[in-house]
């Protein structure tokens, strides 16, 4: 064996892929920040007015701009829609490189954050296709695609061996508010979806529904409590990046200086050696000595 691989071995460190698997993932995480990029500028072109007027308010200049941005909400989905249902299909095989090992990421909290996806867009927005006329789809929306922007962004970057400071800080932060944007919209949408199940298919089927909205926080907290767990790992903790409280930044880098040892080499003589054995040595036991010689 040699000494390179033993040395490989002993460090313990995982190896990234390589060859074919580092290439399709790097384009599979390059077209899906792409993706995403475009369901996101869908959104704000749309919200932005892109699309025309919103009604003859804002064309006589009466309109605030709340009430518009709260008309513009409420047709996002017929705009983003279908672009939307895909994309975050695509997804699915987030899944297949968790199971199938391509990626470390775990299967659990990937299958949990890509079927609540999945409900969403093909059973809220499918079934009830009033519900998504609402603002709370474009705030579920926009949280998406910015968080997995920045998330495939970072991941091939990765892999192609470029670490940048401001993205993965980025990447370790923004989930903070991204994360519970994104999964309170969902859970709104899913709550009033049980309103419209019940006038259509009874009690049961709003209770149905309110029991998966009641996994939410659950799901939410496991996700939150996984990156930030990341966010430790990969910035560290801010108790060791800051200096204690009440202590200067000075007191906490400073090392304090090493006193130089008494060299005693450079002129060796009898009174040298008598005079450095006096100094080291109690005083009390140099009168001790004393009064026996004498």
Not at 9 to 34: D, E, F, H, I, Q
Not at 57 to 69: F, H
Not at 285 to 293: C, D, I, L, P
Request: glycine share 8%; aromatic share 8%.
């Amino acid at each position: 064996m040699s000494s390179k691989s033993s040395s490989s071995r002993s460090s313990g460190r995982p190896r990234g892929p390589t060859g074919p698997v580092k290439l399709y993932l790097t384009a599979y995480n390059a077209a899906a920040a792409a993706a995403w990029s475009y369901v996101l500028y869908r959104i704000a072109a749309h919200m932005g007015g892109a699309d025309g007027l919103t009604g003859l308010k804002e064309w006589a200049g009466v309109q605030g701009t709340t009430e518009t941005l709260l008309k513009r909400s409420r047709t996002a989905v017929d705009d983003a829609g279908e672009v939307v249902k895909w994309v975050q299909t695509s997804a699915l095989l987030e899944v297949v490189h968790a199971a199938s090992g391509l990626v470390r990421s775990p299967i659990g909290t990937t299958v949990a954050q890509v079927a609540s996806r999945l409900a969403l867009v093909w059973g809220v927005c499918e079934i009830f296709p009033e519900i998504p006329h609402s603002p709370f789809y474009v705030s579920m929306v926009t949280a998406w695609s910015l968080a997995e922007i920045i998330r495939y962004t970072h991941y091939a970057t990765g892999l192609q061996g470029f670490k940048l400071k401001p993205l993965e800080w980025i990447r370790y932060t923004a989930f903070y508010i991204l994360y519970p944007l994104g999964a309170g919209s969902e859970a709104i949408l899913m709550f009033l979806s049980g309103r419209v199940a019940k006038e259509e298919y009874g009690l049961f089927a709003q209770l149905a529904i309110n029991s998966l909205v009641s996994a939410w926080p659950v799901a939410l907290f496991l996700l939150m409590s996984y990156m930030h767990g990341q966010r430790r790992k990969h910035l560290g903790s801010p108790r060791t990046l800051a200096p204690s409280a009440g202590k200067s930044s000075t007191a906490t880098t400073t090392t304090p200086e090493k006193r130089a040892r008494h060299d005693i080499t450079s002129r060796v003589s009898e009174t040298n050696v008598l005079e450095d054995t006096a100094a080291q040595t109690p005083a009390r036991s140099t009168r001790s000595h004393t009064r026996k010689s004498q």
